[in-house]
């Protein structure tokens, strides 16, 4: 019989690092990785050797690119692993190392993501099945087309989907690892470039480069290690799904996150209504307002309404993106969900500065992939 | 009238300008779909011997619209209509609109295939593709 998480022994987020999500440079990929180790591990206080597997989501760089980076930390010989998960690589990564833990195979493992941007095109389109639209249906059209449903089916506005914009840019101004951290307001949002429906270039995630570090250990390690308990947080769920064959076909992504939500929130043993920090799949601003309502942290129709009075603001009855989310801190693709661990670990640490959620004891963080696939974590303060 | 189809894998012309759509039946679990494929049934794993070709009527209900204003491609000039459709057969699909401006499209319309020349590009001759317009077949 399958079992969750909890079933096993517990496993903790000790060790955080980044490098700041930034606009393609010359930088090789290896300085960006090993800037994110590197601050994991002075984060943790441990030394390399003690990190016993390493799992590495990247979806742009290659084959082979994690020992290639990561052998400039000295050769240990444990076993690397590429993860590709598309946008979710990242929270795979995460979700790899936590089980491995959990399970007792190591004490301590390394899940990172790095990526920098390259053209590469999607399985998918070699699958031989064709499409009408012929390549003019790209995220952004998706998503204009789910948003303009929307407004038609809850009488929604164009404010209301750049006021996602307006708090994550507001959220990234405090976050020197973001992309973009200059505040905006609802008319630069508003009369931004326009790109496809309701979205303007605002409303649009950058896609550039960075990395993400993030070290997962068992009691074990914490005891022998000399790690500080007061800054560990524990993994209480880890949840992952696939697209079926939906009754409401065209939001996918919603019906996953959905389900994927329900039941990492049921492996966890917390209601929606518990959570302090939320950093989910924010690449288009009216992602946020689907997933919201699929989480039920909001009811169908209502969380516009909720953004408007700062429910959804740090501060308010939950902090959504408080790191900037994909619109402010970027989505590098591979680094994406780790990144969001990192933030989620921050928060409930306490140590998030300017963009600190008072008293967060909760945290989820979500990632949805092109395929579609779908991940989920709960993190709660030890 | 005698240009060749851009897609014929996705469509057919039924004579004149009437087009249908290449779709596909499970026989085990009735899953209607589009476009047709012969590597199974995605609802319930049916292998190709039970899926069986059916041509869908080009026609349905407009279920959302959007105007895209930029493309990466160079080959797609902005701006177009997308239109998300819900056929009078079932499958949902996405389409190039005809109508170049979505002022005084809403969602509900009755939408209905048309057959479009395209202009010839490079190698590619003057072909005829598939789009959707507003208005009853």
């Known amino acids: 019989m399958s079992k969750p998480l909890s079933a096993f022994r517990p496993a903790y987020v000790v060790g955080i690092g980044l490098h700041p999500y930034q606009r393609a440079t010359e930088t090789p990929y290896p300085v960006l990785g090993l800037t994110a180790v590197r601050e994991a591990l002075g984060d943790a206080r441990i030394d390399w050797p003690a990190v016993e597997s390493v799992y590495h989501g990247t979806a742009l760089l290659g084959m082979a690119s994690t020992r290639a980076m990561l052998r400039h930390l000295g050769g240990t010989g444990i076993p690397m692993q590429q993860v590709e998960n598309a946008s979710a690589s990242g929270s795979t990564a995460f979700r790899l190392a936590t089980l491995e833990v959990a399970t007792g195979v190591s004490d301590v493992a390394l899940s990172i993501g790095v990526d920098k941007p390259a053209a590469r095109s999607l399985a998918g389109s070699q699958t031989g099945i064709r499409s009408l639209e012929s390549g003019r249906v790209v995220p952004f059209t998706h998503f204009a087309l789910l948003a303009q449903r929307y407004m038609d089916r809850y009488n929604a506005t164009l404010e209301d989907f750049a006021r996602v914009a307006v708090k994550n840019h507001g959220n990234g101004a405090h976050n020197r690892y973001a992309q973009r951290q200059q505040s905006r307001s609802l008319d630069d949002v508003l009369n931004d470039p326009p790109i496809a429906g309701p979205l303007t270039r605002l409303q649009c995630c950058p896609v550039g480069e960075g990395a993400a570090a993030v070290l997962v250990a068992s009691d074990t390690a914490i005891e022998r290690l000399g790690i500080d308990r007061k800054r560990c947080v524990r993994v209480l769920s880890s949840a992952q799904r696939t697209e079926v064959v939906y009754a409401e076909s065209s939001n996918f992504d919603a019906e996953l996150t959905r389900q994927t939500t329900a039941q990492a929130l049921q492996d966890a043993g917390v209601a929606a209504k518990d959570l302090d920090v939320i950093e989910l799949h924010d690449a288009f601003s009216v992602e946020e307002i689907f997933y919201l309502e699929a989480m039920r942290v909001a009811a169908a129709g209502e969380a516009p309404a909720m953004l408007r009075d700062g429910a959804f603001d740090i501060g308010g009855d939950v902090a959504v993106s408080p790191s900037g989310g994909l619109l402010a801190m970027g989505h590098p693709i591979g680094p994406t969900g780790a990144g969001q661990i990192v933030e989620i670990t921050r928060q409930l640490r306490g140590e998030a500065g300017l963009r600190q959620q008072p008293q967060a004891r909760l945290g989820l963080a979500h990632m949805v992939g092109v395929g579609a696939v779908c991940v989920v974590h709960v993190l709660g303060r030890h | ?137």
Do not use: N, W
């Open chain 2, 1 to 137: 009238m005698s240009e060749a189809l851009a897609h014929p894998d996705l469509y057919v012309s039924s004579g004149g300008d009437a087009v249908r759509l290449v779709g596909m039946r499970c026989g085990r679990c009735g899953h209607v779909a589009f476009p047709r494929q012969h590597f199974g049934c995605e609802k319930c794993g049916a292998d190709d011997d039970e899926l069986e070709g059916r041509e869908l009527t080009a026609s349905g209900r407009l279920t959302s619209f959007a105007t895209v204003h930029m493309h990466q491609a160079k080959t797609i000039a902005a701006p177009f209509v997308i239109g998300e459709i819900e056929l009078d057969d079932g499958p949902t699909i996405r389409i190039t609109m005809v109508e170049s401006s979505d002022e005084g499209m809403r969602i509900g319309a009755r939408v209905r295939g048309a057959l479009v020349a395209v202009p010839s590009s490079g190698d590619t001759p003057v072909r005829r593709e598939l789009r959707f317009a507003v208005g009853a077949p």
